[in-house]
């Protein structure tokens, strides 16, 4: 399980790389924004991308929309980890095809349960 | 007008002295527009006075305003002062970030390896119990209890120094906390002139610019602050946001 990371605050990034790591996901590799990430997805082969919302650059929602619209990666679960929280932005993630949608700060435990949920909704 | 009072005793005067004049014959024209305009020229007086106060206080007012050097300071020095200031706490927050998740990075395998070790231990304990080991292995097994209380001594004191780092660390806390608070000081300091500045301006500028900038769709506005008003369209949590996604149908 190969996993993306894409957040402009390398610290985030770390965060989440070491709680993947604890549950289990030891192959992660990490982008600061949609422009540096996207390349990557489409050259490597990933299974699942995390990503950040509010990036210079290319944001979330854009790499969201670009990962639908690409062929060979329009069925990569995505699992949104941001802090924006407006009803209006969560609607809009999900029309784009997000498949998760996390709010920071969050926990160990939430990142887990969705994680688990998306593979669960994949494979059932 | 309700402003300078007028001089009754003069009008009074200048009146008396024109109902004389119209009663005389013999006062010309001239006479009678110069004494008219003497009237006139009290009542305007008083006008001008008025005028000319309200001018001085204005002017009072803007000189004030210019010569408070501490508004210079704020444009020049302060707020790029407080903007550097802010700089330093994404550091510093970055920088204590890094360094307990450093330790953490580095303390996990040895945590594991422990934990490893004590399994290890456990199961040949257990054949040991149940009487299932050789004399040769009860001799290996003793050289590893050996080896095993050795590393958990040694990396007892690594995870130990490892936790002081961590707790060091977490200084930024007061740091930042003290530089953040000297940042909205300024901010408020900031706020006072302006409403000054508003109050110069008049107040008719005020209700002009009461009308918000259409609002942007895709502004993002990244954390909620606990304990700031927010409208109902924001989450207040990781379960609004589960609920909200279900009424979707996720």
Do not use: C
């Amino acid at each position: 399980m190969k996993i993306l990371i894409v957040d402009d605050f390398s610290t985030m990034r770390r965060i989440i790389k070491n709680l993947l790591r604890d549950l289990g996901f030891n192959n992660t590799d990490e982008a600061d924004d949609g422009n540096t990430g996207l390349p990557k997805l489409q050259s490597g082969n990933y299974d699942f991308l995390v990503t950040d919302w509010n990036m210079p650059g290319m944001t979330g929602i854009e790499l969201l929309r670009a990962v639908r619209a690409d062929e060979r990666l329009k069925s990569l679960p995505v699992l949104m980890v941001t802090a924006e929280a407006k009803k209006e932005q969560i609607v809009m993630a999900a029309q784009e095809g997000v498949n998760g949608y996390i709010v920071k700060p969050f926990t160990a435990q939430t990142l887990k349960e969705k994680i688990e949920k998306i593979f669960e909704r994949i494979e059932g | 007008m309700d402003g300078t009072p007028l001089n009754r005793d003069l009008l009074l005067e200048n009146a008396q002295a024109l109902i004389a004049s119209l009663e005389s014959p013999e006062t010309s024209d001239q006479e009678l527009e110069a004494q008219i305009d003497v009237i006139n020229n009290l009542r305007d007086n008083s006008l001008f006075n008025e005028l000319g106060k309200m001018t001085r206080e204005i002017h009072d007012s803007i000189m004030r305003f210019r010569m408070d050097n501490r508004i210079a300071d704020l444009a020049e020095t302060d707020i790029p002062d407080a903007k550097d200031r802010l700089e330093y706490v994404i550091e510093m927050t970055e920088k204590a970030a890094n360094t307990a998740m450093g330790v953490i990075e580095g303390s996990t395998p040895l945590a594991e390896k422990l934990g490893g070790q004590a399994s290890e231990l456990k199961a040949q304990w257990e054949k040991f119990r149940r009487r299932e080991l050789s004399p040769e292995e009860l001799r290996a097994m003793g050289n590893d209890v050996e080896t095993f209380l050795d590393e958990s001594e040694r990396m007892t004191n690594t995870l130990l120094s490892g936790f002081t780092e961590i707790l060091m660390a977490q200084d930024f806390q007061d740091l930042t906390g003290q530089i953040i608070r000297q940042v909205i000081n300024l901010v408020n300091e900031i706020e006072h002139n302006l409403v000054e500045l508003v109050k110069i301006q008049g107040k008719s500028m005020v209700k002009e610019d009461k009308q918000k900038p259409a609002s942007d769709e895709m502004k993002l506005d990244g954390p909620q602050v606990p304990g700031k008003e927010t409208s109902d369209d924001v989450m207040k949590g990781q379960d609004d946001v589960d609920d909200l996604l279900a009424s979707l149908g996720f």
